[in-house]
């Protein structure tokens, strides 16, 4: 049986985690009980700033999900931001030599260790 998923009215990153923390599945991936990986992220969403909320999006999204490719509206979904922001960013980003996005919409992370200290992993 396929889950349908309707946004909540205050659907963003909050409503996201919301979503998350209300679903047993995504909650049996972290042993730590319901609700641990929604509230984690919800936490560093609060304390950290556009750019680094997109590199540890990109960080996140490659080590769980390598085999697609996300859109700037995603990743910006993703990073409780605008896809705007995301687009000057990465070209940023790319600039520093973190990424590479010359394959259309393909991100390769050239120093995951470098993007890993602009998003303040702990």
Not at 39 to 60: H, N, V
């Amino acid at each position: 049986m396929v889950s349908s998923f309707s946004p909540p009215k205050d659907f963003g990153p909050k409503g996201f985690l919301k979503e998350i923390c209300r679903r047993k599945s995504y909650d049996s991936m972290n042993p730590e009980g319901p609700g641990a990986l929604a509230k984690e992220k919800w936490m560093d969403q609060m304390d950290k700033g556009a750019s680094e909320r997109i590199a540890e999006a990109l960080l996140f999204l490659q080590d769980h999900f390598s085999h697609q490719n996300w859109t700037r509206r995603e990743i910006a979904q993703w990073a409780g931001t605008t896809p705007e922001t995301v687009i000057r960013t990465l070209s940023q980003f790319e600039k520093e030599g973190l990424i590479d996005q010359t394959d259309g919409r393909s991100i390769r992370i050239l120093s995951k260790e470098k993007l890993r200290e602009r998003a303040d992993v702990r």
